[in-house]
C-alpha cells in the first residue's frame, strides 16, 4: 500500500475515534441511574425521620417506580401543602433527574457542597423569604422551616429504561423502549399517533405502567402544586399544553408564581400551548389540572441550548419550520406574535380550532419533509466515501494484476477502506448523538452547576409561595365567594402540644382526630351539596350547642336541688295543713247536728 493511502485510511479511522470520544457524557457531572436511586436509599435508612422510599408497583404489569417522600415527619402530615415533582419521564433529559438529585441531597441537610458553588451564591442572592434575600448558611434554615409547612413527593427518573439506554450510548434516546412518549400517554386530550414518532402517545391513554403509576401517586397524595422537569429549551409552561389559550380557573395569583419563579430563570412562561408555539396532546400537566384538580400545575424546560427560551436571547422557543402554503401568512404571524413582543402571557386573538388543525398538520408535514431533508444529507455525506472506496479497490485490483505477492495487499486495502468508511458512517451517528445530548443537557460543571442552582432556588421558592399562601387560604376565598363555613385547618404537633400542655402522641393525636375529621368537610372549591353544608353548619354550630347544654345541665341541677329541699321540708308542712284540716271539720261537724 503506498504512504499516500495509508495515511488517507489512518485519517478516517482517527476522525471515527475523535468523534466517539467526543460524544462521551461527561460522567464525572452527571450521575448514572443507580447512582440517583442509591442516594435516596442511603438517605431514607440514614434519616427515616426526614426522607422516605418506597416502591410503587403497576397492578397490571408489576412494573415499579421508586417515589420519594420528604418532610419532616416529626411533625406531622397533616395540614402541609404538597408539592409532587416528577423528572426524567424522557430518557435523554438527564439533567431533569440530576437536579432531583442534588433538592434532594438539599432537603436531606446535605447542602455542604452545594453552597461551594459560585452560582448557588449568586442565586440564592436572589431568592426571597418573607422581604430578605438568603445569604450562605441561611439555605439550611430556610430548608428546615419549609419541611415543617410543606412535602415533597418526588419521582427521580420516571423513564428509568430509557435513561439506562442513554446511558449506554444511545442519546437520543426519548421514548421508552417500546417507543412511547410518556408525556403524550396521559388522557386529557390524547391523540392516536402514528407508531415511531417521537411523540407516540401510545395505543391507547395510560397504557404504560410509568404513567399509571404516577396517575395513582397523584390522586392519592392530592398534591397542591405539580412540577414536570424537563429540558430542551427554558421555559415556564402552565395549562394549556393542548390548546393555544390558557386553562380558565387557574388561580389568581398564578401570575405572581410565574413572576416569583421567572426571577431565576429569566425565560418565556405562560400558556404553553400559546407560548411555545406548538401543541402537545395527552400530556401530565392538563391532566393533573382538569381531571385531579391540582391548582399549581406547572412544565419547566430546565435547559436550552444557546439559551434557547431565555428572554435575553429573544426569548425564542422551538421553532416551526416552513410549513405549506395552505395554512397561510397571517396564521403563523398570529402563532409567532407573542414572541416578537417579548413573551406577553399569550395571543391577543386567539386560534379558532380550525386554525389550530391547519397549523398541526403543516407541522406534521414540515417535520416529514425535515426528515427527508435528513436523509438525503446523510446520503451526500457518504458519496465521498463511497466514491473513495471504489477508487481505492480500483487500484488495489491493478496492483493484484502486476503480481500475484501483490493481491493479498488489495484485498487488506478493500477491507481497510471498508473499514474506514464504516467507521466514518459510525462517526456520523456518533455526531448526531452528540448533538442529542448537547441540545437537552449542559455540557460543561459551570453550566451544569448554574442549570442546578437556578432550579433548585425556583423549586423552593414554589414551595416557600405555597406555605406562605396555604390551601387554607384559597377554601377561605371560595367560602367567602360561596358563603360557606370554612372547616379549621388542622394545627401542626407543635401547636397541639401547646394546647393540650403535653407531647405525648397520644394525646395529640386524640386532640387531632376532629382537627383531621372537619378538614375534610369541605374539599378542593367544589361546591358542597346540601348534605355537605348541613354537615359543615353542624360542625360549626357544635360549640354553641355545647354551651347551651352547659347551662341547660346547671339550671337543671338547680332544679333538683330545690325540689329536694322542698320535700324534706315538705312533711311538717303537710301536717301542719292538715291538723288544720281536722280542727276545721270538728268545728263543722256539731254545726251539722244542730
Request: neutral net charge.
Amino acid at each position: 500500500m503506498k504512504p499516500a493511502r495509508r495515511l488517507f485510511l489512518g485519517y478516517l479511522i482517527l476522525s471515527a475515534n475523535c468523534f466517539l470520544l467526543h460524544a462521551q457524557v461527561p460522567w464525572d457531572v452527571y450521575h448514572k441511574t443507580d447512582e440517583i436511586v442509591g442516594f435516596f436509599q442511603a438517605a431514607a435508612a440514614e434519616q427515616p425521620s426526614r426522607v422516605r422510599l418506597e416502591q410503587h408497583i403497576d397492578e397490571a404489569t408489576s412494573d415499579r417506580l421508586p417515589v420519594v417522600t420528604i418532610t419532616d415527619f416529626a411533625s406531622g402530615e397533616a395540614g402541609k401543602e404538597v408539592l409532587l415533582l416528577v423528572a426524567g419521564e424522557h430518557g435523554r433529559e438527564l439533567i431533569t433527574s440530576d437536579i432531583i438529585y442534588w433538592l434532594g441531597k438539599a432537603l436531606s441537610g446535605k447542602a455542604e457542597e452545594l453552597l461551594h458553588w459560585p452560582t448557588m451564591q449568586q442565586v440564592l442572592s436572589k431568592a426571597q423569604v418573607g422581604t430578605t434575600g438568603l445569604k450562605g448558611n441561611s439555605l439550611e434554615l430556610w430548608l428546615e422551616g419549609l419541611l415543617q409547612k410543606c412535602i415533597f413527593k418526588i419521582v427521580p427518573v420516571a423513564n428509568i429504561a430509557a435513561r439506562k439506554q442513554v446511558e449506554g450510548g444511545l442519546l437520543c434516546q426519548r421514548t421508552t423502549p417500546s417507543g412511547v412518549d410518556l408525556n403524550r400517554n396521559w388522557p386529557h386530550a390524547w391523540k392516536l399517533e402514528e407508531a415511531g414518532q417521537e411523540e407516540y402517545g401510545g395505543p391507547k391513554p395510560l397504557s404504560e405502567p410509568q404513567t399509571r403509576i404516577v396517575k395513582a401517586l397523584a390522586t392519592a397524595a392530592q398534591p397542591r402544586a405539580f412540577v414536570n422537569l424537563h429540558s430542551g429549551e427554558y421555559a415556564l409552561y402552565v395549562p394549556w399544553d393542548s390548546q393555544p389559550t390558557q386553562a380558565a380557573g387557574l388561580p389568581a395569583d398564578m401570575d405572581q408564581v410565574l413572576d416569583k419563579l421567572n426571577v431565576f430563570c429569566q425565560c418565556m412562561h405562560g400558556a404553553g400551548g400559546k407560548v411555545a408555539g406548538y401543541l402537545a396532546f395527552g400530556t401530565s400537566m392538563d391532566y393533573l389540572y382538569q381531571e385531579l384538580q391540582v391548582p399549581y400545575p406547572l412544565t419547566v424546560e430546565v435547559y436550552g441550548p444557546g439559551g434557547t427560551g431565555k428572554l435575553a436571547t429573544g426569548g425564542k422557543p422551538r421553532q416551526l419550520l416552513s410549513s405549506p402554503a395552505e395554512v397561510g401568512a397571517e396564521l403563523q404571524e398570529r402563532w409567532q406574535r407573542p414572541h416578537s413582543q417579548g413573551f406577553g402571557r399569550g395571543l391577543q386573538q386567539q386560534l379558532s380550532q380550525q386554525q389550530t388543525t391547519q397549523l398541526q398538520m403543516a407541522q406534521q408535514q414540515a417535520d416529514q419533509q425535515a426528515s427527508s431533508q435528513q436523509q438525503q444529507q446523510a446520503a451526500e455525506m457518504q458519496k465521498p466515501l463511497q466514491q473513495a472506496a471504489i477508487t481505492q479497490a480500483g487500484v488495489a485490483g491493478q496492483d493484484a494484476a502486476s503480481g500475484q505477492g501483490l493481491a493479498a495487499q488489495g484485498a487488506a486495502t478493500q477491507a481497510g477502506i471498508a473499514q474506514g468508511a464504516g467507521a466514518q458512517a459510525s462517526g456520523d451517528s456518533q455526531l448526531s448523538m452528540d448533538k442529542c445530548f448537547r441540545d437537552f443537557n449542559p455540557v460543561s460543571r459551570e453550566g451544569y452547576q448554574d442549570v442546578v442552582a437556578t432550579w433548585l432556588a425556583a423549586l423552593l421558592t414554589l414551595a416557600e409561595h405555597l406555605a406562605a399562601n396555604p390551601r387554607a387560604s384559597l377554601l377561605k376565598n371560595d367560602a367567602d365567594q360561596h358563603q360557606l363555613p370554612i372547616p379549621p385547618v388542622p394545627p401542626f404537633k407543635q401547636d397541639l402540644a401547646a394546647m393540650a400542655g403535653t407531647d405525648s402522641d397520644e394525646s395529640l393525636s386524640q386532640t387531632a382526630g376532629m382537627g383531621d375529621f372537619r378538614s375534610k368537610a369541605v374539599k378542593g372549591k367544589q361546591q358542597p351539596d346540601s348534605s355537605s353544608r348541613a354537615h359543615v353548619s353542624l360542625l360549626e354550630t357544635a360549640p354553641a350547642a355545647s354551651h347551651l347544654l352547659r347551662r341547660l345541665l346547671i339550671l337543671g341541677g338547680l332544679g333538683l336541688l330545690v325540689t329536694g329541699i322542698w320535700m324534706k321540708m315538705g312533711s311538717p308542712v303537710a301536717g301542719l295543713m292538715h291538723r288544720r284540716r281536722s280542727s276545721l271539720g270538728s268545728r263543722r261537724t256539731p254545726r251539722a247536728a244542730v
